[in-house]
């Protein structure tokens, strides 16, 4: 009988560290299952993170992209206006010419005028130019000959 007792002792020790043995492995896998689960959510955030930091560096791109696009256009309607106010002194200088033979006459001075008053009324629409601010300071009372020779003064290099 003490041997059956020891032989069931010593099934039910047997069965103790089985049982225990299942429980350390069911432990184990649990544990790495989570560590597993942390990793792929740490390379989960990283990948997050870099796709952030592309998509930031793609809008930066894009606004340098349109910065220097809105650059070029700027520079395109400043050639533009430079452009026109060049034709605009060299109508100005035309007429001059063709009306320097009788400028004593009031009646040429005002037309000059008027034609300066036109050239002016087309470059209204852009932001003030060398040219405009010029017309504007001309004084009625001028003939076209001491308009050119005061614009000679003034803007030497330009005639």
Do not use: C
Request: charged share 40%; glycine share 2%; no cysteine.
């Amino acid at each position: 009988m003490q041997r059956k007792i020891a032989m069931e002792e010593r099934k039910l020790i047997v069965a103790q560290r089985k049982l225990e043995s299942i429980r350390l492995l069911t432990e184990l896998f649990l544990r790495a299952k989570l560590e597993k689960q942390h990793q792929d959510l740490q390379q989960r955030i990283l990948e997050l993170e870099r796709e952030k930091e592309r998509q930031l560096e793609e809008e930066e791109r894009k606004k340098g992209i349109e910065k220097r696009k809105l650059k070029e256009s700027e520079s395109k309607k400043a050639r533009q206006l430079k452009r026109k106010e060049v034709r605009l002194r060299r109508r100005l200088l035309r007429n001059w010419k063709q009306t320097q033979g009788n400028s004593k006459d009031r009646s040429d001075r005002r037309q000059m005028r008027s034609a300066i008053v036109k050239a002016e009324e087309e470059v209204t629409d852009s932001p003030p130019t060398k040219l405009q601010s010029v017309v504007a300071s001309i004084p009625r009372y001028w003939t076209p000959q001491e308009y050119f020779y005061w614009m000679q003064e003034h803007y030497p290099y330009h005639w």
